[in-house]
């Protein structure tokens, strides 16, 4: 499998060309091109004996493979959390792959580490962490939330104790902390999913009585997953006043901010995430509002040290890496050996653009939700259900004469429809059991106008 300096070079800017190309089309192509199965069952993807030309695969990747998705990165696409990504991010996605880094200890990537290591150190100081603090980069929020709750896991309970352990979160917490918690060997009964307040925010009254009880009944609190940022509202949890019965209590506190721990970079989040700073551990994923290409989840621990003590091994074929507290070997802090230098891309895109810059592109997206707001609330039969926070709004259309269970549907054929058309992606969720279209419009490539249009043709594919 080698090439030569001149195949390497042909491969290499045939690509760069089409992703550039990519980017600069962005904004004319359809948001959602997806397929279903049986329309891509013909294509030729089987895997070939000999080889093929790398400009001909490259073309075949583009049109037959790479055509047949949604776009994250479209100023239009604004269901879930989107991924604007950015240019720079993908080429230090390519030199990180070029070089093949292995970031996993200090012997295989001293550089990278150190670069890593500036980099987590940015990222707390962000959110107002203590010198104490340390983390890594990790493939996104589901794993950053696993770590974390390892940690904690450890920290509280101990192996003696984990069948005792009861965990507190909120009915809107994202689903990838249940399945840590069941990955890490708590039982369902040792889970309390509380119902959310009005403002689908963790009711701290209602976390105190619950851990009470808990205790009454010889169990163990041991750790509170709050919210700063939740996916289906943009809501924050009372971060402050959690931190604070987390303390009186002994009680681990997990901040989910891997969306919305972005906004500190504003002045605004910074005021919204009040007492994000206090939190024990945070899921921080800078692929979804700092702009990074997948994959780049973070996690952040208040005292970095206690990664190592979940995490560390080691087996009689690494014990040359050493062992040097200040030298870190990354994969003594997470759980996974191999690891890419994933951290690149952040720091990357923070020296060619500068900090300034990703916070004027989190103020867009802020800007932008109140914006998609005000134009709701101008549209004859729409409502708005949850007001633009962090970043985000969700909304219904709701005209009168209409059963509650037929405004679902319909409102979730609309978003179907607009999706299915191209022109943008908005999906729906449920709230307290109806359905609402729900619009994240963080993307910096976002425009007024794209605001506009997608609200103007919700409205008229409701009326059709
Ligand atoms: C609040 C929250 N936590 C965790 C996750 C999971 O992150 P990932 O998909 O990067 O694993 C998401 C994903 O959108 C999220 O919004």
Redesign the pocket.
């Known amino acids: 499998m080698k090439a030569s300096a001149e195949e390497m070079r042909a491969a290499g800017y045939a690509a760069v060309d089409r992703v550039v190309a990519h980017c600069e089309a962005l904004e004319g192509m359809a948001a959602w091109t997806g397929a279903r199965r049986a329309e891509l069952e013909d294509l030729e993807l089987g895997i070939p004996d000999g080889p093929r030309p790398a400009a001909e695969v490259i073309a075949q990747v583009e049109q037959e493979i790479l055509h047949y998705m949604a776009r994250p990165a479209h100023p239009r696409f604004f269901a879930?959390?989107p991924g604007p990504g950015n240019f720079i991010g993908a080429v230090a996605d390519f030199l990180a792959q070029g070089y093949n880094v292995f970031a996993g200890n200090w012997f295989a990537a001293s550089g990278p580490a150190m670069a890593e290591l500036r980099t987590i150190q940015w990222l707390a100081e962000l959110v107002g962490f203590p010198q104490t603090a340390g983390g890594l980069f990790l493939?996104?929020?589901?794993?950053?939330?696993f770590t974390a709750l390892a940690v904690a896991r450890d920290r509280i309970l101990g192996e003696e104790r984990l069948g005792d352990g009861v965990v507190y979160y909120s009915d809107q917490t994202?689903s990838?902390?249940e399945r840590a918690l069941r990955l890490l060997g708590f039982a369902r009964r040792q889970l309390r999913k509380l119902p959310s307040d009005d403002d689908f925010r963790l009711p701290v009254a209602l976390l105190r009585s619950a851990m009470e009880e808990d205790r009454r009944g010889g169990r163990r609190p041991c750790c509170v997953i709050a919210?700063a940022?939740?996916?289906n509202t943009g809501a924050i949890d009372p971060l402050g006043e959690l931190a604070a019965a987390c303390r009186t209590e002994g009680v681990w506190l997990h901040v989910?901010?891997?969306?919305?721990a972005a906004a500190a970079i504003c002045e605004e989040g910074r005021r919204l995430l009040a007492g994000i700073e206090e939190a024990d551990s945070l899921?921080f994923?800078p692929?979804?509002w700092l702009f990074q290409p997948f994959?780049c989840?973070c996690v952040l621990l208040r005292d970095g040290s206690l990664l190592p003590r979940t995490f560390y091994s080691r087996p009689e074929y690494l014990k040359d890496v050493g062992d040097n507290a200040e030298e870190p070997n990354l994969f003594d802090y997470g759980p996974e050996l191999t690891r890419p230098f994933r951290a690149l891309k952040l720091w990357m895109t923070l020296q060619v653009f500068g900090a300034d810059a990703m916070r004027q592109g989190v103020e867009h997206g802020l800007e932008m939700a109140r914006y998609a707001e005000s134009l709701v609330r101008k549209r004859k039969d729409w409502v708005i259900v949850t007001p633009a926070q962090m970043g985000m709004l969700s909304f219904r259309y709701e005209p009168a004469g209409i059963s509650v269970e037929r405004l679902d549907e319909r409102n979730r054929e609309i978003g179907k429809r607009i999706t299915a058309s191209g022109f943008a992606v908005v999906l729906s969720t449920e709230l307290k059991g109806r359905t609402v279209l729900r619009m994240c419009p963080i993307n910096p490539r976002t425009t007024e106008g794209d605001v506009r249009n997608t609200i103007r043709e919700l409205d008229r594919l409701a009326r059709e």
């Open positions: 879930f959390v493939s996104g929020g589901s794993l950053a939330n994202h990838s902390v919210n940022g939740t996916t989910d901010g891997a969306y919305g899921t994923d692929h979804k994959d989840g």
